[in-house]
Every structure is written in structure tokens, then in C-alpha cells.
């Protein structure tokens, strides 16, 4: 299983926390790309070479960088706002080369809440960038991951895949966040069996429907028990991402959250 580190999003650089994670046991991650976390443009040539140094003296790996998107949106009305949107995703693949890590979670993007723009023109802005990436991606050797995010402008898990079967490209897959599909009320093991084919990776953490959350297993909704059989029957647990976000006593949250998942009959 893939441990996110973004419980440590404040308190340390991404790979400190890889430092305390892989001394409990856990070897590959996925980071979130976020200030002062871990954001490229801050990382120095010879720093990229020491991180991957220590990662190599670990033992651990970044299997994904979560680019993110608050600060981002392919799919900006904006001509250079979608530009800077590119660059930045851009300078993601560059420092996942920099770490051998070969997936980039990213948002399709967002469109004003009032008086949107129509979801063709949406889409055409998606398309244009997704055009711009996804050359860069296969110089890189990665794949482009879209994330099912409730305040995207494709949440659904069929509207993603509507945009992966549209590019038609491998280069081009889903990360399925298992929480927010939950927290819109779509059910995530239908969503996963229904979609697995266009699905490279998976995010789990529990989530209430009033609250958004990422929190600890069996507190809010998710069907964990339906879910590991799903896992199990499509993508396995090598490609499950606990994303569980806990500030405090986050290895001691982890910890239990691998107990609960393998009482519910999880094979980890």
C-alpha cells in the first residue's frame, strides 16, 4: 500500500516525513505538491539529488506527486492562467523524473460557480491543455492521473472516464479518490468495478456526508468491507493510496488504520 504524506503537509518537507514514515515501516508514497511540503520551484538541482539520495538509503519510494488544484485549472477560461496551469504541472513531471516517480495526480479543473462558462467551451480549455501535457508526460515516462475532486467540474467517476475514453491515450488514466466519491454520494465500489479499466490508482480514506473529510476508516460512510473485495477484484492493494489526514498522532493513526482495513478482511 501507498502512504500519502499529506498529514505533514505543515509540519515538515516531504521528505523528513518519508524519513519518520519509512522508519515505521512504510516504503512507498505519495506526496502532495504544496508549499513549503514540497513545491518545485523551491527545490534546488543538487537538493532534488539529495532527496533522491536519502529515498535510496531508506529504501522508500515516491511512486506519485499530487500536483494539486486550488492554485491550478487547466481548464481556465484564461488563455495564460491555463499556460501557467501547464507550466506548473510541467515542473511536477520534471521533479517526479528528477525522483523516479511515474505518476502525477492532477485536477481537470474548475469553472465559476455563477454564470458558468458552458461545459463544451469547459471542456474544449480541458482538452487544449490536456493537448499541451500530455507530450511532456511521455518524454517523462509518467502518466497523468485526473482526480475525481467534489469542486471540479467533472466529480463523477464517468465523467472522468468520459475524458480518458475521449483521449484515448494510456498515457491518460484515474486516480479514484474513494472518499469524495462517497461524500457526493456516488458508491465508490460500483464506481471502482463499474470504471476499473480507466482507474491507475486509489485513494482511501472514510468521509461523513456533512462534513468533507479524509479521516480514519470506518468513522464515515465508505463501504470498507465491499471496497476491499473490489480492490481486490481490479486494481490490488499495490495500487490503493491511504490517504487518511491526521496532523496529529499520524503514525499512530496509520497503525490503526491497517488494523481496521485488515479486520475487514484486507489482504496487506
Known sequence: ????????????????????????????????????????????????????????????KIRSLNAGGYDINLASPGANMRRKSIDHIKSVIDLAVAWDATEIVISPGTRRPMISPSLERTYGWLYESLDNLIPHAKQAGVRLL??????CFTPTIQELAGIVSTVSDDVLKIVYDIANAAYIEEDPVAGLLSHHESIALVHISDTGLDIWGHDPIGTGVVDFDGLGSAVDATCGVDNVVLEIIREENTLQEFSQAMHDLKNKGWKL
Do not use: Q
Not at 515538515?12 to 506526496?31: H, R
Not at 518545485?40 to 533522491?52: G, L, N, Q, Y
Not at 485526473?146 to 469542486?151: D, Q, R, S, V
Open 146 to 151: 485526473m482526480e475525481n475532486t467534489p469542486y
Open 1 to 60: 500500500m501507498i502512504i500519502s504524506t499529506f498529514s505533514y503537509l505543515w509540519s515538515s518537507t516531504a521528505i523528513d516525513a518519508i524519513a519518520e514514515l519509512a522508519d515505521s515501516g512504510y516504503k512507498i508514497f505519495e506526496v502532495p505538491i504544496s508549499s513549503p511540503h514540497c513545491w518545485p520551484d523551491e527545490i534546488s538541482a543538487s537538493e532534488r539529488a539529495t532527496v533522491k539520495t536519502r529515498l535510496d538509503e531508506y529504501g522508500a
